[in-house]
């Protein structure tokens, strides 16, 4: 049954780390219904991100590969710095400071308190609200090349907020950036490129406290690995498929699905259905 639930997990967060909806939320609260009936933890969150993130570095190999290099370039001033993939390199380190530091810091308060419930169906709710006003209301007018340090380092705080499951990494990010104009397909391709480092970082962090004290969650290596592996393929295809779709689609149905899912796990907690831990 561990198995099973290993990859119904995978295929979940396969399905939602991209989309604006928070796939920690999810993995949070399906562990609530499943038969198991436990939180799968952080540290088995954050190992099957790897999964999906790898996703990335397949779709968007020919971009990041390119960026690096641009990047190494114009450390030898062999490109100009002001190069639109270069000042991509330093704008992808510089988004990945903050949510590296508070991480870190407050690794305690994410394992713990910010996986109540309460708080993460409150999330939900809040800012599906913020990306669907943001979406609205957004300029259309700036590209991924248009992308300035501030702005940098402002969706890097964005996605720090992703810490608390129910903001969504993807969500915050792409929130933020369209509230400064940005174009949709510019905001999730950046909040795909920005999120590399971060997960990255978390996932193996995660992974060698796995291996060094493997009874810290409910699932076990092989589990973990199972679910990562799903992760990786459904992350691939929602990848692909979301890209196509924000040519001409809005976040519209995401916000909705959100303040859906979020009322709904408020109602479950008041009515003594779920329990907040």
Do not use: C
């Amino acid at each position: 049954m561990s198995f099973i639930e290993a990859i119904i997990l995978g295929l979940v967060q396969g399905l939602t780390e991209f989309l604006p909806i928070s796939s920690s939320a999810h993995l949070r609260i399906l562990g609530e219904v499943l038969p198991s009936a436990t939180d799968p933890g952080a540290t088995f969150t954050a190992i099957t991100q790897i999964g999906t993130e790898a996703a990335v570095l397949v779709y968007f190999w020919k971009k990041i590969v390119r960026v690096i290099s641009r990047w190494a370039q114009s450390l030898a001033g062999r490109v100009p710095r002001n190069d639109p993939d270069a000042r991509m390199g330093w704008l992808v380190i510089i988004g990945s400071i903050p949510i590296g530091v508070l991480g870190y810091l407050f690794q305690d308060v994410i394992r713990n308190v910010f996986r109540n419930l309460w708080l993460v169906a409150i999330v939900l709710i809040v800012f599906g609200i913020l990306l669907g006003i943001a979406d609205h209301f957004g300029r259309r007018a700036r590209d991924l090349d248009d992308l300035t340090y501030p702005s940098g380092v402002a969706l890097g705080f964005a996605q720090a907020l992703a810490l608390i499951p129910g903001v969504s990494r993807s969500g915050a990010t792409t929130t933020a950036a369209r509230a400064l104009g940005y174009k949709r397909t510019a905001a999730a391709e950046y909040a795909f490129l920005l999120a590399v480092p971060a997960v990255f970082g978390s996932g193996f962090y995660e992974l060698l406290h796995a291996i060094r004290e493997p009874e810290t969650g409910p699932y076990g290596m092989g589990e973990t690995v199972v679910a990562t592996l799903v992760a990786f393929v459904v992350g691939w295809v929602v990848i692909a498929y979301l890209m196509r779709y924000l040519k001409t689609g809005s976040f519209l149905p995401f916000v909705i699905y959100r303040v859906l899912l979020g009322g709904t796990i408020l109602v479950l907690l008041a009515t003594g259905v779920l329990s907040a831990f």
